[in-house]
């Protein structure tokens, strides 16, 4: 049982307002009897009661985590970097998932609330178009940080990477090694990600006199491996051209690849593949996945610091100027493309 | 800025009290001031503070997840298991992570007693050998349950897989298939899984009447895709009549099957591998690798149950009984055996 303020006093016959003040050591405890309490605490093995600090202090040192989705090699990654740096400053972390769902992440977001977090770091749903339940959280002057999935029209801090320039480097990077169909598997249209990959795609092309041809850019909604295989069949089936694709993330490339593998396409002397993200497994499949490189670990970690300048700022009741990080990437080149 | 009772009251001129007692719904406030101060409090969005709350029930409603590494496609999938339950009972997830560490994993485990978590889930560090930071929280009966790797010697409910049976039946797959010579790639001397998974595989020698010779087992230390590469390497090194080799988890296989695809080693033609644990890396790499499928989201949502039944017993006073759920595992056959 968690040893409490009156055990300490009835183990002493003192009183429990003296046991209190001399483990805060007040001077009007005398030194005497604040060395006895000190030593009985540690010997019944007292540890204050966080929830009463709490109420003192406003204080939960507590931080909420909202992700899309855990079993992600990405989203790991940023909660790795989130974790280590919170422990850097005695700060712990709940994290919780909004699969993807608008309604569940609204609902994940009033839980943090209604526990008193200090601060919110979250990457959207793709369900998410309505940002009225991140408004409020912002207007109730709770600290929150949005990251990799983020909305451009709420104030706030944001980390991301440049996910238009990434794409546009991947794809200039097909050009120049001389794809002149490129296709492109997108993500769903909500997220900005996959908006500004799209575009960035998009840009590469029209930058070098390539046509923009719609029917070469497939929509994908869960982003899975099985989605991979499908719309790779279905590219082969539609255009026999095609000699290069950009793909939105690396789950989805590795998809391909194993279809291309299995009806014998040779990636990449008929197909070049690049995907996006750089999860360890594109370098360990066969061909390994040409890549964009995406830091998952210093995004959690630079979302972290954010936050935990904008808690203490607010503690101190400055005024709070919204920074928008944008860490680089880069192409990392392995055998998917030639 | 969060709405206080206090607000609330000089919003509508009357006493903190009454505020208090109409939003509990006490009698004594008429019927007329409890709508009119629920209507108020609805308009102002006022949340009850969680740490008063919890002051007066005694319940965080939170518990504590230590594991040895986050980044881990078994782990990610434990924690997910563990959240989803926990969502259910409206319990939140703080996870830390120890690092394989003991020093560590001691550290996390006082700053969740410290923050008095309403329990407590842990798989060990591999380099935890001295369980006295587990009995401690045992003794001030804050309830834990371990996973995955835990300690036969405390007394607690566990939630693990038949490490040993499961080791066997891979041991026996390759010697049913024609193997002769099989080797071993074993974990850390410490942590219980893997001294039960060596135990499996000889065991299996044994009553195949196949001679264990220890040259072939080789003991790694960070279970990495690098342990796998350099180990292989070794093996066909020190034994170049090796035809099977049973490795405790499937990163480090991948490892392995990598180096023998760079040596133009056939697998399975002339090495077989089975590996342990089903990362989905696992069958998406080429040879497709067979292992033993480890259900890190049912291990993770077994564990919340258990720990959700212990903290309620303990609430109405009952006795507890630990419980030891072990878990199925399967064998999936895929193209690294033949």
Redesign the interface.
């Known amino acids: ?2 040893v409490t303020l009156k055990q300490i006093a009835e183990e002493l016959g003192i009183s429990i307002t003296t046991v209190s003040k001399a483990l805060k050591e007040y001077p009007d405890v005398s030194k005497k009897t604040r060395k006895l309490v000190r030593e009985t605490a540690a010997m019944l ?1 007292y ?6 600090v ?2 003192r202090t406003k204080e ?1 040192k ?1 931080i909420g985590l909202i992700i899309p989705e ?4 990405f989203f ?2 940023v ?2 970097g989130i ?2 740096q919170a ?1 850097k400053k005695g700060y ?6 909004s699969n993807e769902s608008y309604e569940l992440e609204k609902k994940q977001i009033d ?1 943090l ?4 977090v200090d601060g919110i770091l979250i990457s959207l749903a793709n369900g998410t178009a309505d940002y009225k339940h991140i408004s ?1 959280v912002l207007n ?3 600290p929150l940080v949005m990251f990799d999935k983020i909305a451009k029209a709420i104030k706030c801090s944001k980390v991301t990477i440049d996910d238009r320039k990434a794409a546009y480097k991947a794809t200039q990077y097909l050009i120049d090694i001389g794809c002149k169909r490129i296709a492109h598997f997108r993500g769903p249209l909500l997220p900005q990600n996959s908006i500004d990959r799209f575009l960035g795609y998009k840009q590469a092309l029209t930058d070098n006199n390539i046509i923009y041809d719609p029917t070469l850019v497939y929509l994908l909604n869960k982003m899975s ?1 099985d989605e991979g295989k499908f719309y790779a069949n279905q590219l082969l089936k539609d255009h026999n051209d095609v000699d290069g694709i950009f793909i939105n993330t690396d789950l989805v490339a ?2 391909a690849i ?1 279809e291309f ?1 299995n009806q014998g396409i040779k990636v990449p002397e008929q197909i070049n593949v690049i995907g996006f993200s750089n999860w ?2 594109a370098s ?3 061909p390994s996945l040409t890549t964009i490189n995406q830091p998952g670990f210093e995004i959690g970690k630079k979302a972290f610091k954010l936050l935990y300048k904008e808690i203490k700022d607010r503690k101190k009741k400055k005024i709070i100027n919204y920074k928008n990080i944008v860490l680089e990437t880069d192409l990392i080149v392995r055998e998917s493309t030639v």
Chains 1, 2 share one sequence.
């Open positions: 049982m968690l093995n540890k204050p009661n966080s929830f009463a709490n109420l939960s507590t855990i079993v992600h090699h790991s990654s909660i790795k974790i280590s422990e712990l972390v709940i994290t919780l998932q839980l609330i209604s526990k008193r409020e109730q002057e709770t491996f590795i998809g194993s593998n360890f497994m360990v499949i066969s």
